[in-house]
Antibody
Framework: EVQLVESGGGLVQPGGSLRLSCAASGFTLNNYWMHWVRQVPGKGLVWVSRINGDGSFTSYADSVKGRFTISTDNVQNTLYLQMNSLRAEDTGVYYC?????????????WGQGTMVTVSA | QSVLTQPPSASGTPGQRVSISCSGSSSNVGSNSVNWYQQLPGTAPKLLIYINNQRPSGVPDRYSGSKSGTSASLAISGLQSEDEADYYCAAWDDSLKKLLFGGGTKLTVL
């Protein structure tokens, strides 16, 4: 079964760091674009970052550029999001999502999400 | 405020047909395909329509999508209570170089 399972969320103080993980099963990460999407509970979806299959290309939303780093470990078949210099506005549920092989911005498989709360 | 504009709410009675619009610009909807996601309460989003009008395997044909110029729409026919959810459109923006989501439309089945 194709599945994504996120972990690593939690409560962190402003200025702190957190690393989110997204374990993939049923498929090989290096064949797909992967994305992170954030959602404040009760609000809409906001795209955060994406990475291509071999990890050679990444892009970020302006709000996280320079603070967040997306990466993959193809041995562990896991996607990561390293979040540094966290701010209150980074709070939300973080979903990892896989794209279609033929359309890198079509998110066909989503994880269940992991909650990040940035608060003193 | 989202660059892709959706109505915040929509409603219909069982069996009715409802439509949800998504308005963008030449750098996003006008030049790239539109995808639609359904988010049931308390769950992760699910791909509903991709590349304007394609349905993933398992999505009923009651759901359909269309696009014209800088606008797209999602139509749901034969409305059922289980269709009550939030619906989001999405498209890549060539100028902003990011994936955009609409603000979401909450569909209520009366």
């Amino acid at each position: 079964e194709v599945q994504l399972v996120e972990s690593g969320g939690g409560l962190v103080q402003p200025g702190g760091s957190l690393r989110l993980s997204c374990a993939a099963s049923g498929f090989t990460l290096n064949n797909y674009w992967m994305h992170w999407v954030r959602q404040v509970p009760g609000k809409g979806l906001v795209w955060v970052s994406r990475i291509n299959g071999d990890g050679s290309f990444t892009s970020y939303a302006d709000s996280v550029k320079g603070r967040f780093t997306i990466s993959t470990d193809n041995v562990q078949n896991t996607l990561y999001l390293q979040m540094n210099s966290l701010r209150a506005e980074d709070t939300g549920v973080y979903y990892c999502a896989r794209s279609l092989r033929t359309a890198g911005n079509v998110l066909d498989i989503w994880g269940q999400g992991t909650m990040v709360t940035v608060s003193a | 405020q989202s660059v892709l504009t959706q109505p915040p709410s929509a409603s219909g009675t069982p069996g009715q047909r409802v439509s949800i619009s998504c308005s963008g610009s030449s750098s996003n909807v006008g030049s790239n395909s539109v995808n639609w996601y359904q988010q049931l309460p308390g769950t992760a989003p699910k791909l509903l329509i991709y590349i304007n009008n394609q349905r993933p395997s398992g999505v009923p044909d009651r759901y359909s999508g269309s696009k014209s110029g800088t606008s797209a729409s999602l139509a749901i026919s034969g409305l059922q209570s289980e269709d009550e959810a939030d619906y989001y459109c999405a498209a890549w923006d060539d100028s902003l170089k990011k994936l955009l989501f609409g603000g979401g439309t909450k569909l209520t089945v009366l």
